[in-house]
C-alpha cells in the first residue's frame, strides 16, 4: 500500500508540497492562492519588483511587501546585506527563507525560518509561517513529514485550528506514520472547510474513507 508521497513543486515564490493521499489525491492546490495587500506609496517601486517576479504577499504579520528585497540573484545580495546589518529582523528572515526555498536549499531555508520564529513574536504568532517552515525542513529530509516537520505542523493547529495547509500536512504525516484514524480525523476538519459539490470535496471523502477503513485493521493508535 503505497504511502503519501511529499513531491517538490513551485507556487509563485516559495517551496509547497503535492501531498498524495492515500486515494492518491492532491490538496496542496487548497492553498497555492494568497490574498493581496497593497503596498504603501512609497513602496511603489519594490511592489512592481514584486509583482514581475511573481511574489506573493505574506501571511498576516510577515509582510513580503515590507521586506527590503525582491526576488533575483542581485536582490537577495540586497537581502543578505540588509541582514548583516538587522540579523533580527523577523520579516526579512522569512523572505530570505522563500527564496531559498525557490532555489531548493531547503536546508539554508529551514535554519531562516527558525532563526525568524526565534527573534520574532509576532513571526511566531503566524502559522502560516510554521507551516513553512515544515514544508523547508520536510523537504530538507528527503520529503518526510515525520519528526520536525510534524511538531511545526502541530504549533500551527495550536494557534489556528482551521489552517487548512496544516491539516492538510499533518493528516499526511499521520498517514505516513500509519496512524490512519488520526489521518481520518485531521482530514475531516479539512472537509468542513471545503465547498461541498468540489472535486476537492469528493477526493477528501475517498481519502478519510480509505484511511477509516485502514485504521479499523491497523494496531495503530488512534487521533
Request: aromatic content about 6%; glycine content about 8%; hydrophobic content about 45%.
Amino acid at each position: 500500500m503505497p504511502w503519501p508521497a511529499l513531491l517538490r513543486r513551485h507556487w509563485r515564490l516559495g517551496a509547497a508540497l503535492l501531498v498524495a493521499g492515500a486515494a492518491g489525491w492532491a490538496a496542496a492546490d487548497l492553498w497555492t492562492g494568497r490574498d493581496a495587500t497593497q503596498p504603501p506609496p512609497d513602496m511603489a517601486r519594490l511592489s512592481a519588483r514584486l509583482q514581475v517576479a511573481g511574489v506573493p504577499d505574506a501571511a498576516p504579520g510577515v509582510n513580503a511587501a515590507d521586506a527590503p528585497g525582491a526576488a533575483g540573484a542581485s536582490n537577495y545580495s540586497e537581502l543578505e546585506r540588509h541582514l548583516k546589518r538587522q540579523p533580527r529582523d523577523g520579516r526579512a528572515l522569512v523572505f530570505k527563507a522563500r527564496l531559498d526555498a525557490e532555489a531548493e536549499r531547503f536546508d539554508l531555508s529551514a535554519q531562516g525560518y527558525a532563526e525568524a520564529l526565534r527573534v520574532s513574536s509576532r513571526v511566531a504568532r503566524d502559522p502560516g509561517v510554521w507551516v513553512e517552515y515544515a514544508e523547508a525542513r520536510a523537504l530538507a529530509q528527503g520529503g518526510s513529514l515525520v519528526g520536525e516537520p510534524e511538531q511545526w505542523l502541530q504549533r500551527a493547529l495550536d494557534l489556528d485550528g482551521r489552517h487548512v495547509q496544516a491539516l492538510d500536512l499533518a493528516g499526511s504525516a499521520a498517514w505516513e506514520r500509519r496512524h490512519y484514524a488520526r489521518a481520518a480525523a485531521l482530514w475531516q476538519r479539512l472537509l468542513a472547510l471545503t465547498p461541498p459539490g468540489s472535486e476537492r470535496h469528493a477526493a477528501l471523502v475517498k481519502a478519510i474513507g480509505r484511511a477509516e477503513m485502514l485504521a479499523k485493521v491497523s494496531l495503530q493508535p488512534g487521533p
